[in-house]
């Protein structure tokens, strides 16, 4: 299973790639998809487009996951990285691919253990949770977080999945 971890911004949008075998989690790449901040809106959105549709076509992964977004003081950046949000949702559900996602604090928890982790923190434990992981910057540490959670999660789905078909039999 190879799962596709995004982490929403409109200047900056990270993504990083894993695959994963049982337990066993396998870094395989990682990046950053960005926008030009001189450019319209409606261009930045489409650059955003056209960037996650080439890391779709060139990674092909299974499954996707996205951090939602918490609401900022000022409404139009919020409603900026609302609008870039919606474009990240949607370049993987026209790919196909089923879409995951996970709030920022239940993203800190799977991966660190605590809820409120600083940035630090969660690009130590990426590096621990997937030896090779050579991420180039910040947002791409925090879209490989998002799929380490997602594939801590499906795994904990699978399993409840299991045990339910056992009981109904």
């Not at 911004?9 to 695959?19: A, F, K, P």
């Not at 998002?146 to 499906?154: E, L, M, N």
Request: include cysteine; proline fraction near 4%; aromatic fraction near 4%.
């Amino acid at each position: 299973m190879r799962i596709l971890g995004l982490d929403p911004g409109l200047r900056h949008t990270g993504w990083g790639v894993l695959d994963v075998d049982g337990n066993r989690l396998r870094y395989i790449a990682d990046g950053r998809v960005d926008s030009d901040d001189k450019a319209d809106l409606a261009t930045r959105l489409v650059q955003l487009h056209d960037g996650l549709v080439e890391v779709i076509r060139g990674w092909t992964p299974d499954e996707a996951a996205v951090e939602e977004t918490f609401v900022n003081k000022n409404p139009t950046s919020t409603l900026k990285l609302g609008l870039a949000r919606g474009v990240v949702l949607l370049v993987p559900a026209l790919a196909g691919l089923r879409v995951a996602e996970y709030g920022a604090n239940h993203i800190k928890k799977s991966v660190v253990g605590a809820g409120h982790a600083d940035k630090t923190q969660i690009q130590h434990m990426v590096r621990m949770l997937l030896p090779g992981t050579t991420f180039k910057t910040p947002d791409a540490a925090d879209a490989l977080a998002v799929a380490i959670c997602h594939a801590h999660h499906r795994q904990t789905e699978a399993s409840i999945a299991g045990i339910r078909l056992q009981v109904a039999r």
